[in-house]
């Protein structure tokens, strides 16, 4: 009787050390991608984003026709990150933190790029994450040019960007909209911001 008890308890311990292994298991991006739905990719089928995955994965350049007859490009995939070039006007960067939460930048570029930041848990159900577009006057440094300030509050164009490497999101202020004398005015007057997911 005690062996059969010994016995069924070290069954359950391997089994729970089992399902703990299994559900620790780092998610990857590949399968994020993967299975992300059309409504986030309308431009790609899923063969296309598995042939990019595969192409990626085997050092060849992933790029594919997309629904539109032009051209996407998976341009960087690891374990928790990766970014396309969906068109020549749009890019999408995505991270994974803790295994869990997903953070996805559209970027659209008109030339100047603009960004929109979603988060997602990696079922890909959208999750309310308390992070604040900045203004344009968070980029400004003391004793930028007022005048080239005020053209930039009118509408203000910021790209986003995420660190491969960690989970560092970068916000930039654009200036390619203002003239080239513009630019030079203010160009060492303004800040990125950089903050921590």
């Known amino acids: 009787m005690r062996r059969s008890t010994l016995a069924a308890v070290t069954l359950i311990l391997h089994f729970s050390l089992f399902t703990f292994h299994s559900s620790?298991?780092?998610?990857?991006?590949?399968?994020?991608?993967?299975?992300?739905?059309d409504s986030i990719f309308p431009?790609?089928?899923?063969?296309?984003?598995?042939?990019?995955?595969?192409?990626?994965?085997?050092n060849m350049r992933a790029r594919v026709k997309n629904k539109f007859d032009t051209y996407s490009e998976?341009?960087?995939?690891?374990?928790?990150?990766?970014?396309?070039?969906?068109?020549?006007?749009?890019?999408?960067?995505?991270?994974?933190f803790n295994d869990s939460l997903l953070c996805l930048i559209r970027t659209y570029y008109g030339p100047a790029a603009d960004?929109?930041?979603y988060f997602y848990n990696v079922s890909w159900q959208p999750v309310n994450y308390n992070l604040e577009r900045p203004k344009a006057d968070d980029f400004f440094q003391p004793g930028a040019d007022m005048e080239v300030c005020g053209l930039l509050r009118q509408l203000p164009l910021i790209k986003a960007t995420l660190s491969p490497d960690d989970?560092?999101?970068?916000?930039?202020?654009?200036?390619?909209?203002?003239?080239?004398t513009?630019?030079?005015?203010?160009?060492?007057?303004?800040?990125s911001i950089a903050v921590k997911l």
């Open 167 to 180: 989970t560092t999101l970068t916000w930039a202020l654009q200036i390619t909209e203002l003239t080239e």
């Open 115 to 117: 960004s929109e930041v």
């Open 24 to 37: 620790a298991q780092q998610v990857k991006m590949r399968d994020v991608f993967a299975q992300a739905p």
């Open 43 to 58: 431009l790609l089928t899923k063969n296309n984003k598995l042939d990019c995955i595969d192409f990626i994965e085997n």
């Open 74 to 96: 998976l341009t960087a995939l690891t374990n928790d990150y990766m970014r396309m070039q969906v068109s020549e006007r749009s890019s999408v960067e995505m991270k994974i």
């Open 182 to 191: 513009q630019q030079r005015t203010i160009e060492h007057s303004i800040s």
